[in-house]
């Protein structure tokens, strides 16, 4: 079907002024959080004064039909079009949007993206289509965070949807590919590419079949990935039609294949917690030794969370049928042996050696996180030894606690205030050791002055303390 309709649009979008901030200045605070809730009644109340950018936040984000008049001066010569597009319905006398077009922004730029309807305002049913196109999500912000923001040849956005990651990608890589099985998202991330003036090269097929002998600088995905008995309908943007979570783990294991030396693969992903067995222990098992990996599991659901979750995701919640499909969901979890399902981040990192961390790091961050990934990957490659000269990461900040008046703490504490946000206990060596190093002293000129200071024999201390060192860098403690 033909694009020839973005540019007229793209230009209606900019002449409106229909920009995030544009909207939000229209609707307001209240307004506006009421619609993060899906509630429209305080948008419509602020949006009567015709304008088009007005007009504009009728039609597609409050789902209002609006008057051919208003879509006419909003949307000059082109309603036609974008009826026959499948972005806008007429009946009679009013013009009704089939798709969402909303204002987002990226690295400073102002951008639109297309996608099928927000189901459920004003407490409308959820209920989506099979192959319904997700727009902007909370996993697909999460993982716009954590994708590693460097300039890079080529990047992969593998299950575009409506390739919202494709055109962050764009921002830094000189050629991106975008794959999906979902014909109708295929066509929006086509949209969506002409509409925001970047090149994209998007691809039907499964997985890797379009991409097959490819290889990437960078592979950023936010894959099918909900982990369900498929008893109900299979709902393309978020069932794999694969069992358990092996839609994760066969990316995960195929990923180094598809890219450079040096290349990132970074997973958004739930993955089953088997009864009996750490999470970390099954997932270390994905991970090859050619790699390095920094595995973050950011969240753990219960079974009947997780499956409430879903439940209301698809719209049945309070249908005749919600209880069964409850009930057969949950015991096709006991019979697997799931306890838990863990939700969290998977960044591959090609052509290392085997270095893996998996981390448990449920609490706040500082986003975007990607930096912090690209730092985890280049402190793992500082040598350290007593001759290196380290700087303490300005952000990290002593915590001592004790009880009041005791002259000692009897614990101390080194947090991060950026980034990851990391902490970890320290004695009181570690803690001097890591306030001496200011990029002057070398490792083992403060050893030697900790020796004489706290009365310790110097090899015991190196031995002690060169493991700690080593821990301190890769943890982002120490800077190199
Ligand atoms: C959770 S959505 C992610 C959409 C988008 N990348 C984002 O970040 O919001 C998963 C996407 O994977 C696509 N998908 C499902 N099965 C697939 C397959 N076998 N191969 C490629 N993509 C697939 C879906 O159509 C959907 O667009």
Redesign the pocket.
Known sequence: MTLDFTAGLRTALVDAGFTVDGVAGMLGEEAHRALGRNETTPGLRRTTDGSPLATLTRLFLLQAPVDRDAADAALPGLVDQLCNAGLLEQSVSEVAARLDCRPYTADDRDLWVVSDLTPGLDGSPNKVGADH??G??S??TS?AQLTIREEVGRAL??????G??ALHLAAHADEVVA????TR?LWVARVNAALNEVDVDVRE???WEPVAGEKFDLIA?????VISPATGERL???D??LPGDRVVEDIVRAAPRHLNDGGWCQVLANWTIERGRGWDERLATWLSDDTDAFVVQREVLDPASYVELWLKDEGVHGRPDYASRYDTWLSWFEQQGIESVGFGWINVRAGGSGRHTLLEWPYDVEQPIGPAIAEWGAALDVTVDESRRFLRRPDVQQETFGAPGAEDPSTVVLRQQRGLRRARSADTVEAALVGACDGDLSVGQILDALSVLLETDRAELSATYLPVVTELVREGFLLD
Request: aromatic share 10%; glycine share 12%.
């Open positions: 196109v997700l902007i999500s996993a697909s993982l956005d593998l299950g575009t949807g409506c919202v990651q794959t999906d099985v979902n998202a097929g499964s997985f995905t936010n894959p099918p990935f393309v943007y978020r794999s039609g």
